[in-house]
């Protein structure tokens, strides 16, 4: 088949205006609407934030404690960022050979259509990994900006003795979220500042918190990091409770695939992208086994952590080691760089809708689509604020919601993973883009499928021994419900209206 060209021309387009794949048998073009405004540090920025390695380990700290102690959680850090390592180079170098907006739902789409037996099935597939990443990024929104609701109850506490109740909580996380609605349909320049930002400040953070801990508090023996076992769960299983200690690590390094949301606001996308997804996750590993390590080297006592009634328990360890303006800083550091996480999230779910609706994979897709006067989809923006909310609103109603927000949040993100790189095995083919693993293509994508699928598994198994109502882990319903949802609305709806990504290109290209 022959792509041509009547006017042999785009229009004026340029290389980035147009993105065309001239190895594809069958064309998806977009007219460029997005400004490509972002370089290739500004796309690491904006995987580095999202993933919010300070603010994620510590808001999961005293669950990886109860589940295993320091220990498990080392362990269970290194053991998840290695799979993660195999899972961020496996959808980089999909992102390099499709560096469209669309990310994981684009990418499932083209790589089932240039398969013969997935050609009939990319359309559903495409359309149910869409939805599902798009929800499992709104529950994400969910738990990242009620830990900035939990910072701020924390600095309440300490400062005032103020006892917030989990309906002010409540409120203050629906806040947060407008107030990151807002920032998103400004301009894509805050944005970027905001990532780039966060960056130096998480890092300017942690060397002032390693410094700190490592002058300032006295330390634990080293014996003790390394071998203490502490099990809350119930369980006796070693291995079991390992498996349940894990949630930290995988909760606080997924996220890198955000990169592939902004390709078409990128600058050289088809390298770029891969490029920040893969140094985020190892920038990530890095940074998040240091913090642990100089926060486990500087607990003074973990009993006082692990019953702490703080909202934010890790601040328990501060506050021992090193008195009340320490705390106070490394609150406001946390609560700044989950800030920007979930402003940045807003960034990646917004745009997930948008290119769904551009697609026509949406009711109202007219109006999804639309873009502002700073060309950015407010529109998208507000109805994923307003779904956001209703994973919010919740909240109040058990002491163990936001542990199962977080479960549900990993494994809804793991399982819109596991689909792409079951695609990717099943389509593989002698197409590469400019970033590939060669022969390592196919053994990577193995090790990050296996993870995946196991992770979607593993963090739906109850959390706590003996099993109640109050503190059952409602996660793996979540994500039964979510899956049931989206196939039942491709059902009544999306089968009969969206067909895969359309083209936006308004000129006359014919297929022959």
């Not at 890092?203 to 809350?232: D, R």
């Amino acid at each position: 088949m022959s792509l041509i060209n009547q006017n042999n021309n785009n229009y004026g387009a340029t290389r980035e205006d147009l993105i065309i794949n001239s190895n594809c048998k069958k064309q998806t073009e977009y007219k460029q609407e997005l400004q490509r405004r972002l370089s290739t540090f500004a796309t690491f920025g904006l995987a580095f934030t999202n993933i919010g390695i300070l603010s994620n380990t510590s808001a999961t700290f005293q669950t990886v404690l109860q589940r295993g102690g320091p220990m498990t959680m080392l362990l269970s850090w290194n053991i998840v960022a290695i799979f993660m390592t195999c899972v961020a180079l496996s959808l980089a170098e999909i992102c390099s050979l499709y560096p469209m907006s669309g990310g994981l739902y684009y990418w499932v789409y083209e790589l089932l259509s240039k398969h013969p037996k997935g050609k009939s099935k990319a359309s559903f597939a495409a359309f149910i990994t869409g939805w599902t990443y798009y929800f499992a990024n709104i529950i994400t929104i969910g738990a990242t900006n009620v830990t900035v609701a939990l910072s701020i109850s924390t600095i309440l506490k300490l400062m005032f003795s103020l006892t917030l109740s989990k309906m002010d909580l409540m409120y203050i996380t629906l806040g947060i979220t407008l107030l990151h609605g807002y920032i998103n349909v400004r301009d894509i320049n805050i944005l970027s500042f905001l990532n780039q930002c966060s960056v130096v400040w998480s890092c300017i953070g942690l060397l002032v918190i390693m410094i700190s801990l490592s002058y300032l508090a006295p330390h634990q023996k080293a014996s003790w990091v390394f071998t203490c076992y502490e099990n809350q769960t119930g369980f006796e299983s070693p291995i079991y409770v390992l498996i349940l200690g894990m949630i930290g690590a995988a909760y606080s390094l997924f996220g890198c695939e955000c990169a592939a949301s902004v390709n078409e606001e990128t600058k050289d996308a088809d390298t770029s992208s891969s490029i920040a997804m893969v140094s985020s996750i190892i920038v990530s590993w890095i940074i998040g086994l240091a913090f642990l390590i100089i926060l486990l080297f500087s607990i003074q006592d973990i009993d006082p952590i692990l019953d702490s009634t703080l909202s934010m328990p890790v601040a328990q360890l501060f506050f021992d080691a090193l008195g009340f303006g320490g705390t106070m800083g490394f609150l406001i550091l946390m609560a700044v760089c989950q800030f920007c996480t979930g402003a940045t999230t807003i960034t990646i779910a917004s745009r997930q809708i948008y290119v769904l609706a551009r697609d026509e994979a949406t009711p109202m897709s007219s109006h999804l689509k639309l873009l502002n006067n700073s060309q950015l989809p407010e529109n998208a923006v507000w109805v994923t604020i307003i779904l956001t909310s209703f994973v919010i609103l919740p909240f109040p109603l058990s002491e163990h919601l936001f542990e199962t927000i977080i479960s549900a949040a990993t494994i809804t993100i793991h399982f819109s993973y596991a689909i792409v790189l079951l695609c990717r095995l099943h389509a593989t083919g002698s197409r590469k883009g400019k970033f590939n693993l060669g022969k390592w293509s196919v053994p990577v994508t193995m090790i990050g499928l296996f993870w995946t699928a196991f992770a979607v598994f593993a963090f739906a198994l109850p959390t706590t021994w003996p099993i109640t109502n109050d503190n059952a882990n409602y996660a793996g319903l979540g994500l039964f419900v979510v899956i049931l949802i989206i196939t039942l609305f491709w059902l009544g709806w999306g089968k009969h209206n969206y067909l895969g990504p359309k083209s936006t290109i308004e000129n006359n290209i014919l297929f022959g």
